[in-house]
């Protein structure tokens, strides 16, 4: 099999397995808190195993990122528990409006057309998240993932002022801040089934661990656009694996909303990895 296509399998592997971990966390009983240490544990032992010494190194920069990584996905297992799988997923993928709106003040350039029409178009569409939500619960939740998509934004940010080299090591010790972080709640668990202990031992080694590796064996296999758009496979999966083993469905402005920002970012993506690709052909020749 050639190169490109094991790249292209190895992304879409990582998008689905990401996409499990909705319905996982719905499925297990334990509090959020104890969900994300579990998850977080199990998922930087497997970087230790996989990435060795890559996971431990570390700078200023690496400890800040983690910080926002931690952020991520304490957030996101809150809002899901709080409020649909669509509406988390959904609104933690609005993290790309975030950063066409911050990266030009903080790297001082200017704000492209497309950027500005794509910010529009997606605010539309986060808007019908919270039409019709009448439960202060899923409200909650709904503002918990668009915390969580801040945060991501801010680690797309910050991963971008670091080097490459750290980027595993931001993982690493992002889900040790996590464990440290969630460490308390341990103390108010009185049993654990084994059940719970399996599903959230999958968050950690396969939904996390083992994907981020995947992915990362892909990611230098294929081209960037191709990453970006097979990876957009997660937030659609994610509500679908809810509705079928759980049956939660989203409500219609949810799911409009959610088409709305994933194809306006899907688009804007596409335009312009296009623009550079072709950009990158014309300095070649």
Not at 64 to 92: M, P, R, S, W
Request: aromatic residues 14%; contains cysteine.
């Amino acid at each position: 099999m050639p190169e490109h296509q094991k790249g292209i399998i190895a992304v879409l592997i990582a998008a689905i397995l990401w996409s499990s971990g909705g319905i996982l966390i719905k499925l297990v009983t334990l509090h959020p808190m104890q969900i994300s240490f579990f998850r977080g544990i199990f998922a930087a032992i497997v970087f230790a195993i996989i990435f060795r010494k890559k996971a431990f190194i570390f700078n200023g920069m690496t400890f800040v990122n983690g910080i926002f990584y931690a952020g991520i996905l304490i957030l996101f297992v809150i809002a899901t528990k709080l409020t649909t799988a669509a509406n988390a997923i959904f609104l933690q993928y609005t993290a790309p409006i975030y950063v066409l709106v911050f990266e030009p003040i903080i790297n001082k350039t200017e704000f492209k057309r497309i950027n500005v029409i794509t910010i529009f178009v997606c605010f539309a569409g986060m808007v019908l998240f919270f039409m019709g939500e009448l439960s202060f619960t899923h409200i909650e939740g709904d503002v918990i993932a668009l915390l969580s998509g801040i945060a991501f934004a801010a680690f797309l940010i910050g991963m971008r002022h670091n080097k490459h080299e750290y980027q595993f090591s931001t993982i690493f010790y992002g889900n040790i801040i996590i464990t440290l972080i969630c460490l308390p709640m341990l103390g108010t668990i009185s049993t654990i089934t084994t059940t719970d202990l399996l599903m959230v031992g999958f968050l950690g080694i396969f939904q996390i661990g083992i994907a981020y590796a995947i992915f990362t064996y892909g990611l230098k296999r294929v081209f960037a656009i191709e990453a970006s758009l097979i990876g957009m496979i997660e937030p659609v999966l994610n509500p679908v694996w809810v509705l079928i083993w759980y049956g939660e469905v989203p409500s219609f402005p949810a799911i409009i909303g959610g088409v709305i920002i994933i194809t306006a970012i899907g688009f804007r993506t596409f335009i312009t990895e296009s623009y550079l690709s072709r950009k990158m052909k014309k300095s070649f020749t």
